[in-house]
Antibody, heavy 118, light 109 residues
Framework: QVQLQESGPGLVKPSGTLSLTCAVS?????????WSWVRQPPGKGLEWIGE???????NYNPSLNSRVTMSVDKSKNQFSLKLSSVTAADTAVYYC????????????WGQGTMVTVS | QSALTQPASVSGSPGQSITISCTGS?????????VSWYQQHPGKAPKLMIY???NRPSGVSNRFSGSKSGNTASLTISRLRAEDEADYYC?????????FGGGTKLTVL
């Protein structure tokens, strides 16, 4: 069974770039899955950021599209998120998640990592 | 895209049933059976409870059920238990994007 683990700096300066990585274990990053990022500001709801396929194809939330870049590193079996020009509004717990290809839901989530912009 | 609309909170006593609604539009909830529901306990990652409107993943209690009518999907939890107290989020998938509802806090009295 696939397991996901987020990692990255817990503190990012305003106007800087947030960079996170999600390590995939128990499965291959090249399997038929879309690899996603979802975030949750403190005390608020979930927000989908975007997703990437192992081929490099990606879909992003239109509201974040101009600031988001996702990538896949097959050699390390992981995928990454970069969010540029961050502000305090980007402070959140960031989750990585798996969506099977042709499915419409997330069946596996990482434990989440808190990122504070300050 | 606007977030799906959920009630901020619902409550019920142990043994009772509750229903959480999730209202979208004709272009998302109303057009596709792509509604899923997630349970989230404090400090934990979301957990898939229902997918494609009515389906339960393996291991999820049959006390959880889903339905849809028009532009509104619903999650029903029967025979409420203390451990059901959590936040619940609905979600849809359309046009290669995922949309979440604002979340509903379930309190078991």
């Amino acid at each position: 069974q696939v397991q996901l683990q987020e990692s990255g700096p817990g503190l990012v300066k305003p106007s800087g770039t947030l960079s996170l990585t999600c390590a995939v274990s128990g499965g291959s990053i090249s399997s038929d899955n879309w690899w996603s990022w979802v975030r949750q500001p403190p005390g608020k709801g979930l927000e989908w950021i975007g997703e990437i396929y192992h081929s490099g194809s990606s879909n992003y939330n239109p509201s974040l599209n101009s600031r988001v870049t996702m990538s896949v590193d097959k050699s390390k079996n992981q995928f990454s998120l970069k969010l540029s020009s961050v502000t305090a509004a980007d402070t959140a717990v960031y989750y990585c998640a798996e969506r099977l290809k042709f499915k419409t839901y997330f069946d596996m989530w990482g434990q989440g990592t808190m990122v504070t912009v300050s | 895209q606007s977030a799906l609309t959920q009630p901020a909170s619902v409550s019920g006593s142990p043994g009772q049933s509750i229903t959480i609604s999730c209202t979208g539009s004709r272009s998302d909830v109303g057009s596709y059976n792509y509604v899923s529901w997630y349970q989230q306990h404090p400090g934990k990652a979301p957990k898939l409870m229902i997918y494609e409107v009515t389906n339960r993943p393996s291991g999820v209690s049959n006390r959880f059920s889903g339905s849809k009518s028009g532009n509104t999907a619903s999650l029903t939890i029967s025979r409420l238990r203390a451990e059901d107290e959590a936040d619940y989020y609905c979600s849809t998938y359309t046009s290669s994007t995922t949309l979440f509802g604002g979340g509903t806090k379930l309190t078991v009295l």
